[in-house]
T-cell receptor, first 108, second 113 residues
Framework: RKEVEQDPGPFNVPEGATVAFNCTYS??????FFWYRQDCRKEPKLLMS???SGNEDGRFTAQLNRASQYISLLIRDSKLSDSATYLC?????????FGAGTTVTVRA | SAVISQKPSRDICQRGTSLTIQCQVD?????MFWYRQQPGQSLTLIAT?????????ESGFVIDKFPISRPNLTFSTLTVSNMSPEDSSIYLC??????????FGEGSWLTVV
C-alpha cells in the first residue's frame, strides 16, 4: 500500500466552480500535512499547511481528519490559474511522503 | 522561505557517464534533501544530505550510484553515476525551513540517451 494515495483526476471544472479532492495516508504517526502545487515542468511549491482544526487561505480550504487518516483540499471560485497538479504531502521526522498528485484543469 | 539554486537546470547525457548536480541555498540550513521525480510519477526521496557526515539514503538508493556531498550549511551536490535511460528524471534539491516547511529548488531535468 502506498504511504499517500490521491485520486489522480483529472478534475475538469469551469471557472468559478468549486472543486474538492482528498488524499489518504497510511502512517497514523504522521506529524505534519501539506498541500503542494506543481505546475507543468516546474518544481513543487507549498500551497498551504494543513492543521487539525482545518484552515483556510483565501479560496483554498484544507481539512485534516486524523481518525480516518485523510486530508482534503477545496478550491472555491476556481480561476484558470488554479490549473495544476496538487500534491498531498505527509511528514514524519522531517521525511516527506508525496502523493502522486491530483490534476485540476480549470476551463474558461 | 529560502532561495534555492540548482545547476544544471537541464542536461542530456550519454549512458555510462556521470553528472553532478549542485544545490546552493541563500541561507544556512540544517536539513537538505535530494528527491527524484520520474516522468508521470510523484517525488521520491533519495537521501538526506547531512553536513559533516555521510548522507542518509532511502531504501532503493545507494551511495555508489548517488554519491552526495554536503561541505557546508548552504551547499550540496548529488552525482548520478553510470547513468542509464532509467535515470532520466527530474532531480530536486530541497531544504527544511522553520516549521517543518520544505522548499524546493527549480529542479535539474536529466535525460539519458
Amino acid at each position: 500500500r502506498k504511504e499517500v494515495e490521491q485520486d489522480p483526476g483529472p478534475f475538469n471544472v469551469p471557472e468559478g466552480a468549486t472543486v474538492a479532492f482528498n488524499c489518504t495516508y497510511s502512517n497514523s504517526a504522521s506529524q505534519s500535512f501539506f498541500w503542494y502545487r506543481q505546475d507543468c515542468r516546474k518544481e513543487p511549491k507549498l500551497l498551504m499547511s494543513v492543521y487539525s482544526s482545518g484552515n483556510e487561505d483565501g479560496r483554498f480550504t484544507a481539512q485534516l481528519n486524523r481518525a480516518s487518516q485523510y486530508i482534503s483540499l477545496l478550491i472555491r471560485d476556481s480561476k484558470l490559474s488554479d490549473s495544476a497538479t496538487y500534491l498531498c504531502v505527509v511528514e514524519k521526522n522531517y521525511k516527506l511522503s508525496f502523493g502522486a498528485g491530483t490534476t485540476v484543469t480549470v476551463r474558461a | 522561505s529560502a532561495v534555492i539554486s540548482q545547476k544544471p537546470s537541464r542536461d542530456i547525457c550519454q549512458r555510462g557517464t556521470s553528472l553532478t548536480i549542485q544545490c546552493q541555498v541563500d541561507s544556512q540550513v540544517t536539513m537538505m534533501f535530494w528527491y527524484r521525480q520520474q516522468p508521470g510519477q510523484s517525488l521520491t526521496l533519495i537521501a538526506t544530505a547531512n553536513q559533516g557526515s555521510e548522507a542518509t539514503y532511502e531504501s532503493g538508493f545507494v551511495i555508489d550510484k548517488f554519491p552526495i556531498s554536503r561541505p557546508n550549511l548552504t551547499f550540496s551536490t548529488l552525482t548520478v553515476s553510470n547513468m542509464s535511460p532509467e535515470d532520466s528524471s527530474i532531480y530536486l534539491c530541497s531544504v527544511e525551513v522553520s516549521g517543518n516547511t520544505i522548499y524546493f529548488g527549480e529542479g535539474s531535468w536529466l535525460t539519458v540517451v
